[in-house]
């Protein structure tokens, strides 16, 4: 199997787990690090998506990769994401989430809020995760996969 195939693979698994624990977990438990599960195991669905359309398009000579991700993620947005229908809204949204997601791994302290999951940071900065929040990333996230799966003509299952 190809490495975007396991990638598409993995992305898929990872999007599958966030949405259960969003959507049926949280419900029952209403814990916060289900909240911030749910956020890691997103991230991890959209990064390996962006690795599979890396790999892909490098596969078929579209663009060079690099060791530093840098660079990788750059030529993700400069010239893979219009071939994947990506708007600048979406694009913009994609960086909204990683800068949520390096905000909660550098994060000193997080705490509930009447259902919200607040980020500090050192210096005092505060990012609001809620539930709505997270479910918009998701379908973001999942809308990616759907037109890399289409324009790789795959047939797979997805949420």
């Known amino acids: 199997m190809e490495k975007y195939e396991e990638n598409l693979n993995k992305a898929i ?26 956020l890691d195991q997103e991230y991890e669905a959209l990064m390996s998506i962006i690795n599979a359309i890396l790999q892909y398009d490098y596969l078929w000579k579209r663009i060079r990769l690099y060791q530093d991700p840098k660079l990788n993620f750059d030529t993700f947005i400069n010239s893979c994401s219009r071939r994947y229908g990506l708007t600048d809204k979406e694009i913009n949204e994609i960086k909204d989430f990683l800068s949520v997601v390096e905000m909660h791994k550098k994060s000193p302290m997080e705490f509930m809020r009447r259902e919200k999951v607040v980020i500090m940071s050192d210096g005092l900065k505060s990012t609001v995760v809620d539930y709505e929040k997270l479910k918009y990333f998701l379908e973001m996230i999942k809308r990616i996969i759907k037109r890399a799966a289409f324009a790789w003509n795959k047939n797979n299952q997805i949420i």
């Open 13 to 38: 698994k990872e999007l599958k787990i966030a949405d259960h624990i969003l959507y049926v977990t949280y419900h029952i438990v209403h814990d916060k690090r289900l909240l911030l599960k749910s």
